[in-house]
């Protein structure tokens, strides 16, 4: 790998055969599109999935995405302290995309499911209109907007979401054990 921990897209266009890309989002936003040739883990599946990325690391480079470049952020320095190896796609799949170069999507039905982030916005925005809704009723209510705002900031000023990580462990957000499994068998292989 370069002496840099992130390659942007232009960067890593070219390199594609020679890197393991793990795409780190959950898997509807995975089957959204995805750089081609990536491998679906979701980012808090990483730990179970080392072994595996260990191995894949010892043959060949590793490129971890996500859709900004947040996650893949921290699955690289949660690699890092594991003592793998890995660049971030600086901006993620989004930047990808600008820049013209196509997403694969999963063949069969496709789950239809938001992005992350959208997820974020409407059950962010959902809470704040109740808590404003419910403060008619009652001025404490008021605080459920409140604690959503300072959740919002804080999680600008740290890069991090909760409401994402809470969001991710629901049902449509996560990988049939079966696809899991399949991914962690392809990924040895590689």
């Known amino acids: 790998m370069h002496t840099t921990a992130a ?3 232009a960067q890593a266009r070219p390199r594609l055969g020679d890197l393991t890309v793990i795409d780190v989002r959950t898997p509807a936003e995975y089957a959204s599109g995805h750089l081609p040739g990536a491998l679906n883990i979701p980012l808090d599946l990483l730990d179970r999935a080392l072994p595996a990325i260990r191995q894949a690391a010892d043959r060949a480079d ?3 995405v996500c859709a900004s470049g947040a996650r893949s952020e921290s699955a690289c320095a949660l690699l890092a302290g594991h003592g793998v190896p890995a660049a971030t796609l600086t901006g ?3 930047a990808w995309a600008d820049e013209g170069h ?3 999507r999963p063949d069969g039905p496709a789950r239809r499911t938001w992005s992350m982030e959208r997820q974020v916005r409407f059950t962010a925005g959902a809470l704040v209109l109740t808590g404003l809704a419910l403060g008619l009723l009652h001025p404490a209510w008021q605080l459920l907007s409140a604690g959503v705002a300072g959740g919002l900031v804080f999680s600008a000023l740290t890069n ?3 409401m994402a990580a809470l969001l991710a462990v629901l049902p449509h957000n ?7 499994e399949r991914t962690l068998a392809a990924l040895r292989r590689r």
């Open 174 to 180: 996560r990988p049939r054990r079966a696809d899991l």
């Open 62 to 64: 590793l490129l971890v």
């Open 92 to 94: 993620g799949t989004n």
């Open 160 to 162: 991090t979401c909760g």
């Open 7 to 9: 390659l942007t897209p």
């Open 102 to 104: 196509e997403l694969h």
